[in-house]
């Protein structure tokens, strides 16, 4: 059977010796690779292009609440993701999966439900954690701006993501290798589809929705 390769990304050493644990039960043959930070974890996914799987923490160092998760998915649009946080109400965990990740995982899951969540995902599925009805976005101003953010392409993906890191145009066109004429159409773009008139009120928007993960922490 051919290996398969985990990448844990989350900044509490601790924890992942927990998921570790938990993943390692799942098959006798698979590579678990750490991270502790966004840019990290980015670095693995891009030395290995074969994993499998990336289980994604909300809170550590590069990640504003979900602006991490759209900025992973932009730029690793085949790898699944599984958030994992200790946020874990059903507002966040519903705009993780409408914002591309394959699953969520409470950081107050057990062994078991780690291992489920992960094999669900592998298999194609989608894994929120059992007994949780998401319903739907009661927020039309949160459920329009999704709706938007939907539409950026991958590399709008990765510059809005940056743009929530705080990066300035020419920082963004040295991490993407192309010119900064090049970014300032993207941001311009980005601009556009969410409606909004600078960075900074493009910011606060992607802020709204990661809300309870920006104020609660890990």
């Known amino acids: 059977m051919a290996q398969m390769t985990f ?62 998760l759209i900025a992973f998915r932009a730029e690793f649009s085949s790898l699944p993701v599984v958030v994992v946080s ?38 194609g599925g989608i894994w929120t954690p ?18 938007r953010i939907q539409t950026l392409t991958p590399q709008q993906g990765r510059v809005l993501g940056m743009l929530a890191e705080g990066l300035l145009n020419k920082q963004i066109a040295y991490e993407l290798g192309v010119s900064e004429a090049t970014i300032k159409a993207h941001v311009s773009a980005v601009l556009q589809k969410l409606g909004v008139d600078s960075r900074t009120q493009a910011v606060i928007q992607l802020s709204k929705i990661g809300a309870e993960v920006l104020s609660q922490g890990d």
């Open 86 to 123: 200790a946020t874990d109400d059903v507002s966040t965990m519903r705009r993780a999966l409408e914002l591309g990740a394959s699953g969520f995982i409470s950081k107050s899951a057990s062994i078991d439900e780690i291992r489920e969540g992960a094999r669900t995902v592998l298999g």
């Open 7 to 68: 990448i844990i990304a989350d900044d509490h050493p601790l924890f992942r010796g927990a998921m570790r644990q938990a993943l390692e039960g799942i098959d006798a043959n698979i590579e678990i690779l750490e991270a502790g930070d966004l840019e990290s974890a980015r670095k693995k996914a891009g030395d290995h292009p074969e994993a499998d799987l990336i289980l994604l923490d909300l809170t550590m160092p590069g990640v504003s609440g979900l602006s991490g």
């Open 130 to 147: 059992p007994d949780v009805d998401l319903g739907s976005e009661h927020d039309q101003e949160i459920a329009s701006l999704i709706a």
